[in-house]
C-alpha cells in the first residue's frame, strides 16, 4: 500500500488533532490507553449529521411509556458473571440473567437448583462464585436465530452456560477440560454433512491460552498447547478437541455449516507480550468440521490426563497436505482481534488490532485449499485493506457494508466489503470507507441489528465503548463503561444515544423481537420437587432430615409456622402457586442466610442446618400484594 489510498487520507477522518493525540498514543503500543486522558473534540462526524427526514432521528431510541423495543439483545456482562437482556432501540436493561455468579435477587446460587446447575464441591458449596463472561451468542435455523438457546461464556474458569430463551434462564453450565481462557465462542449454523439438520445442534469453543497438557508446573514453554473444543448444544457435553499450534481468540462459523475458524494473535506462542508481538503476521485458523468428525469416528485421536473427550492432531506439522488436514492456517496480519461472518456467507473478517487493517478471507476459497484445488491456503485472502488504528470487531448491515471498531482511533468506520476487495485487487480509485462515526471512547466490540444471520437489516448498531471518561456524571474513581447506538439505515452513521453500564460488558447480538416467544408463567411439570398441592404443604422428618413443604399463593404462606429442632438439616421446597404474569414471591430468613425468589408456577429449594434457637420470621422479599408485608411465617427452633 504505497500508493495514495482515498479512504485513509486525513480529510476522511475527523478532527486531525484529535487523530494524532491518538496516533501518539497507538506508537505507545498495548499501552495506547494513555489515549483516556483526552479531552474529546468536536468534530463533524459527531456533531449531528443531517437526518434524511425532518424529524430528529434520535427519537427512536426515546420511548414513550408503554411503548416496547423492536429488537431484543443478549449482551454479556464481563466480570459480573451474567448475560444481560436489553431493549433495542432504547438500550433498556430488562433482566440480568445469572450464570457463574450467585445473584442476591434471584438466590441464584443459593438454591439447590440453581447450585447443582453451578456445580459445587462434595460440602455442597460452590465449586465458583466469580466469572467472566464475554461472549453472548444465540442457536440458529436456517441462517437466523430460532429462539431456543443464547451461549455465554466464562474467561476465567473456561466454562460455557447455555440459557434457555424460553424462560431465560441458565439450565446447563459445562467445563472445558484441559483449557485456561476460554474466549471465543460460536455455535454453528447447520450440520456440514446432514442437509436435514439446518440447525445449531454444536458451539465451538477457543482456549486463548496455552498451558502444559496436562497441566503440570514447567517453565518450558515450547510444551505449552491450546484446544479449540467443540460442545454439543441439546447434551452440552464436550465431544472433541483439537489440539492446535498457536492460540484461539475470537470464532466465527460458516453458514454452511462447514467450517469454524479462530483468529490466532499469540502464533509465536510467547509468554510474555513482548514475545506475543515479535511476528509480523499471525493467523486466522480454520477447522474442517466433517473431517475433524470423521478422524474422531475412525479413532484417530487421544485423551489429555484424565478427560475421556477425544482429542484430534491440529499441529501445523501435521496438517501440511490439504487432501487429509483438519486445519489450515492462513496468515493475517499482527495479533488480529475479532473474526466475523459476512451475513452472505462468503466471508470471514479478521480485525488488525496491531496492524490498522482487516484481512478478507473468501470461504469457498478455503475449502477450495482442503479439496486441492487452491494451492496456497493464503490465497484465500482476497482483501487486506487499511481502515483505522486498533481494529477489534466486525458488524454488517446487510446491504455490503461492514463496521469496524477502531480501538485507538475511538471510532467506527464503515466500509463497502466490495469495494475494498477491488481496491486490494488493484483499483487504487475504490473508495471502500463510506463513513467513520466517532465514538466514546475506545470501542471493542461493536454489532448490528441482525449482523451475522441472514436477516441482517441495517438499522442500528451498537458499539461497546471501553471507557466513558468524561460523558456522565463523575462517580468516583470507577467509570461507568459507554454503550452507543447508532443509527445506520443511511449512508451516514448517526450517533442516537449514550448509555451507561456497569463494566465490563463485552461482546452482544440484538435480533428481531418476532424470533423470541418467552414464556412468562412456569410449567409447574419443569419441577421435580414442586408442591403440587398446598395439603401436602408441611414438615416430614427423617431422622435429622427435615423437609419442609411450603406453598405461596398470594398474600400467604402455607403453613404459615413450622417447627424443627436444632441441629437438623433442613430442605425447604417452595412453589409458587400463583398462575397470573409479574406475580413473584420471595422468601427470606433472618439470621439464616436465606433468601431467594419462585416465579408464577416455579418451585425451588434451599438446605441448611437449624443451628440457632429461637423464633424466625420468614418473609416475602418480593412485593406481591397489598398485604405483602403480611406475608410471613415463624420458623420455630426448639432445643
Ligand atoms: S474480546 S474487545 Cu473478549 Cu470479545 Cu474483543
Ligand atoms: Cu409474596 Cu410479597
Ligand atoms: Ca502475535
Redesign the pocket.
Known sequence: MNERNPNTEEASAPAPGRRRFLNAAALAGVAGLAACQEKPATSAATAPAAPSAAKDPSAAVHLKPGELDTYYGLWSGGHTGDMRVLGIPSGRELLRIPCFVPDALTGWGHTNESKAIMGTKPDGSLRYTIGDT??VHASYKDGNYDGRYAWINDKINSRIARVRLDYFVCDKITKLPNVQGF?GIFPDKRDPVDPAINYTTRVFCGGEFSIPLPNAPTEDSTKYRSLFSCVDAETMEVRWQVLIDGNCD?VATSFDGKLAAANQYNTEMGVRYEDMMSAERDSCIFYHIARIEQAVKDGKFTTIGNSKVPVVDGLRASNTDPATALVGYVSVPKNP??VNASPDGKYFICAGKLSPTATVIELTKVLDWFDGKLDDIDKSIVAEVELGLGP??TAFDGRGNAFTTLFLDSQVVKWNVDKAIAFHNGDRSAAYVVDRLDVHYQP??INASQSETVAADGKYLSVGCKFSKDRFLPVGPLHAENEQIVDISGEKMVLLADHPVRPEP??FIFFKRELLKPKQVYSMDEFPLAVKDAKEAGVTREGRKVTVKIVSLAPAFEPREFKVKRGDEVTLILTNHDKIQDLTHGLAIPDYNINFIVNPQETASVTFVADQLGVFWYYCTHFCHALHLEMRGRMIVEA
Do not use: A, S, T, Y
Open positions: 464475554h461472549h474466549h475470537l482481534h475479532g477489534l470487531h471493542g466490540h463485552h461482546d
